[in-house]
């Protein structure tokens, strides 16, 4: 079936550091892809999407490219910022029923 | 603020109880859908209503049922409750308008319910 695998947690970056958060999935057909975050005590937010290959996700800074070759939509960002500490959530959609498919979520933690 | 509400938004009761949790879309969303974020299964699809009507169903156990209303708003039930049922639980909502498979999901804050 399909499902997401996310990198492991947590993350920890200094202020102002690059940040890679490495999804890949597994589908039938041509998925729409997901970043949700998840601030501390706050529900979930959509951080960006991308629905076909090649196509570029951006919002706040964040930035992530379906790539279909390598099944992977992996989430970056030059610098990050002390409020971008929260659970990142990387999520498909492959239309059969609608559902989203979650990956178990990244938390980034960024120290001043 | 995605327009999707919850209520209430934290609950405790005891095991056995029943509890009702509450969603209302975002206006003019027609699909309702129900998730649940606990430690050890993470975020799990439930159930999805369109318009009134079931649409899918995820890993809903037996004890939990939904149902959606004539003004879109959808009420999650769940009964017989057990210590491992306790978790947030997301309703999220979208258009669900014309030709509408893989849409975005707009979710509300969600309900924290600890069983005691």
């Known amino acids: 079936g399909d499902s997401v695998t996310q990198m492991e947690g947590p993350v920890t970056l200094s202020e102002e550091a690059f940040l890679t958060i490495n999804c890949t999935y597994t589908?039938?057909?041509?998925?729409?892809l997901f970043w949700y975050v998840q601030y501390p005590g706050e529900g979930l937010q959509l951080l960006l999407k991308?629905?076909?290959?090649?196509d570029k996700g951006s919002n706040k800074g964040f930035e992530a490219t379906y790539r279909k070759e390598t099944t992977s939509f992996h989430l970056e960002k030059g610098s990050v910022q002390v409020s971008d500490s929260a659970v990142y959530f990387c999520?498909?959609?492959?239309?059969?029923?609608?559902?989203?498919?979650f990956g178990t979520g990244t938390l980034l933690a960024v120290q001043p | 603020d995605s327009g999707v509400t919850q209520t209430p938004k934290h609950l405790i009761t005891a095991t056995g109880q029943r509890v009702t949790l509450r969603c209302s879309p975002r206006s003019g969303d027609l699909s309702v859908y129900w998730y649940q974020q606990s430690l050890d299964q993470g975020l799990q699809f439930l159930i999805q209503y369109y318009n009134g009507e079931e649409r899918a169903k995820g890993n809903i156990l037996e004890r939990f049922s939904a149902q959606q209303f004539p003004d879109l708003h959808s009420e999650l039930n769940l009964s017989s409750l057990e210590l491992g049922d306790s978790a947030l639980y997301f309703c999220a909502s979208s258009p669900s308008r014309g030709k509408w498979s893989q849409e975005t999901q707009y979710f509300g804050p969600g309900t924290r319910l600890l069983v005691l």
């Open positions: 991308a629905t076909k290959a090649d």
């Open positions: 999520a498909l959609n492959s239309g059969a029923t609608n559902k989203l498919i």
């Open positions: 589908a039938t057909g041509y998925p729409s």
